[in-house]
């Protein structure tokens, strides 16, 4: 079994930029451009983190960026640097902002993704998201599908996956 990094989890920062668009160019087949990230930085709505190193505070290994609108969460981008990959990060900073969302009084979370990307589906599916719908030619420029995915973040989800974590999330969290 692989090792969980230790992490502060962190609001992004206009600096942050450089080393998010690294991790993003080597995990996306359309990656987003700098102007983007920008600019979910300035949306009120806007929920941006950024996982660090606990050791190594200026190594970004992970980031995610939702909305938060109503009591609905969309998760937009989520992303590890490969380096990484299978040591926690993806699912906390997933569950990290699923629980910012939580106390804005989120209960729904919404997301696409590829068909074809297997191993997010997989972290997703492991936290109780579940496929709801196909929409087909979603990408531009990417022929292939987009999965629907949503989650309903009940009281039974939330004690699961929240109350239960917050254990291991104490301390560990910033924002
Ligand atoms: C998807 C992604 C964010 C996962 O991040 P990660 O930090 O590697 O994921 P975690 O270590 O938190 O994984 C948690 C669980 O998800 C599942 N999972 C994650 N990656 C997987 C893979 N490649 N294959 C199968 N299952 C996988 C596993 O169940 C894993 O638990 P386990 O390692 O104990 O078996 C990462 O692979 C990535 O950045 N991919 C490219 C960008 C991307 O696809 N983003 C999502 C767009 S919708």
């Known amino acids: 079994m692989s090792v969980h ?17 690294d991790i993003e160019r080597a995990s996306h087949v359309d990656p987003w451009k700098e102007s983007f990230f920008a600019e979910e930085l300035t949306r009120p709505h806007a929920v941006n983190l950024v996982a660090r190193l606990r050791d190594d505070r200026r190594r970004i290994v992970g980031y995610i960026c939702v909305w938060l609108v109503a009591d609905e969460v969309q998760i937009f981008n989520l992303a590890v640097d490969p380096a990484v990959r299978r040591r926690g990060v993806g699912r906390r900073l997933l ?5 910012k969302a ?8 919404f997301l696409e993704v590829r068909r074809s990307n ?3 589906q997989k972290l997703y599916e492991t936290i109780g998201f579940r496929p709801s719908g196909l929409r087909p030619d979603y990408y531009d420029g990417i022929r292939e599908p987009a999965v629907l995915m949503e989650l309903e973040m009940d009281r039974g989800w939330r004690s699961r996956w929240l109350l239960s974590e917050a254990g291991w999330m104490d301390g560990e969290r910033s924002c």
Request: hydrophobic content about 60%; glycine content about 0%.
């Open 118 to 120: 297997l191993a997010a």
């Open 5 to 21: 990094l230790p992490l502060l989890i962190e609001p992004m920062q206009l600096e942050d930029l450089p080393a998010v668009l």
């Open 95 to 99: 569950l990290t902002a699923l629980q």
């Open 102 to 109: 939580c106390t804005q009084n989120a209960r729904m979370a």
